[in-house]
């Protein structure tokens, strides 16, 4: 494994795994901040500003669940869902709220890290809670949405619309190749790498995502269209 360097925060209540995972990250570079609260996780995610949070579904009081949502006003770290109970109505709901990815219980803590490797090589947004106006020419533009995938940035009709990283990385994976279906497996060895292992529905989770954000929907296909069997290729805009 490469060293990296970061900030990370482990939001989990149970102190053993908690350090085990916070071990392994500081292994791999990064500076480790653990709570297992997880109204205390979002009041330290405002001071120490993590790339990454490695979080417990099943905290007591505030949930992974609700923690996330906070997170996701102010944060784009890269968050990685913990979960004792492998049935899917758990994961979407985590990924509902802006999760990037998940893993349960139990769990190699090298894949954990083989995972948060792969995905921190991509960069962040730089979300603040706000984007500004179009300040130069976007990229790639498909109707009234431009791409600015340098700046990471997206607009449609002029108004800045706030993706998350991974969110993102889907959007310009797919506008990358206009004319192109792409695969689920192939849209998770481009996002989350090809050492991600899991469920390829999660792709779906994050296309619903995307589409919500950008005022689009399975049926109309303006931006992001579903090729039934294949996976999904860019709309015109139309």
Do not use: N
């Not at 579904?57 to 923690?67: C, K, Q």
């Not at 997206?154 to 994976?173: C, K, Y």
């Not at 792409?182 to 998770?188: K, N, Y």
């Amino acid at each position: 494994m490469e060293t990296m360097s970061g900030r990370a925060m482990v939001v989990e209540d149970e102190a053993a795994l908690a350090s085990l995972v916070a071990s392994y990250l500081e292994r791999d570079g990064f500076e480790v901040t653990v709570t297992g609260d997880g109204a205390d996780a979002v009041a330290l995610a405002r001071k120490v500003d993590p790339d990454v949070v490695v979080l417990d579904l099943g905290l007591p009081g505030l949930d992974g669940v609700e923690v996330c949502r906070r997170l996701r006003t102010f944060s784009d770290a890269y968050v990685v869902m913990l979960t004792a109970r492998a049935d899917e109505v758990d994961t979407l709901v985590g990924l509902s709220v802006g999760a990037d990815d998940y893993i349960t219980k139990p769990f190699s803590p090298r894949e954990l890290s083989a995972r948060i490797q792969a995905r921190m090589r991509r960069p962040r947004t730089g979300f603040t809670g706000e984007q500004t106006p179009v300040t130069r020419a976007p990229d790639r533009v498909f109707g009234d949405l431009s791409i600015d995938v340098l700046g990471r940035e997206v607009w449609v009709s002029g108004e800045p619309v706030h993706l998350t990283r991974t969110e993102f990385d889907l959007l310009a994976a797919l506008s990358s190749a206009p004319g192109t279906v792409f695969s689920r497996a192939r849209l998770i060895d481009t996002v989350w790498g090809p050492e991600w292992i899991g469920d390829d529905h999660l792709v779906d989770v994050h296309i619903g995502h995307v589409r919500r954000k950008l005022g689009d929907d399975a049926a109309q296909g303006r931006y992001v269209r579903t090729v039934r069997g294949v996976g999904y290729r860019m709309g015109t805009g139309r």
